[in-house]
């Protein structure tokens, strides 16, 4: 059995990485960890990018808030 190369595993989409993973032989331990860092590496991905635009919308809700609170006490 053959390792994936790099540029496949980016090039696959997580269906495809996980019939891969699936149908791959269990003692295939380092193409197999392969396909599990690339899954990861997504899931991070994708929760990293979440964060970031829950982090924009707190401030922007707080930025919001002092200015309400501003305008209620002047």
């Keep these: 059995m053959m390792l994936p190369k790099y540029t496949e595993l980016k090039s696959?989409?997580?269906?495809d990485l996980i019939e891969k993973l699936s149908s791959m032989e269990i003692n295939v331990q380092?193409?197999?960890?392969?396909?599990y860092d690339e899954l990861r590496a997504r899931k991070a991905?994708?929760?990293n990018t979440?964060?970031?635009?829950?982090?924009?919308?707190?401030?922007?809700?707080?930025?919001l808030n002092v200015y309400l609170v501003y305008v209620t006490l002047n």
């Design 12 to 15: 696959m989409t997580e269906k």
């Design 30 to 35: 380092v193409g197999v960890n392969f396909i």
């Design 45 to 47: 991905n994708r929760q």
């Design 50 to 63: 979440l964060i970031v635009w829950l982090t924009a919308i707190v401030t922007i809700a707080t930025l």
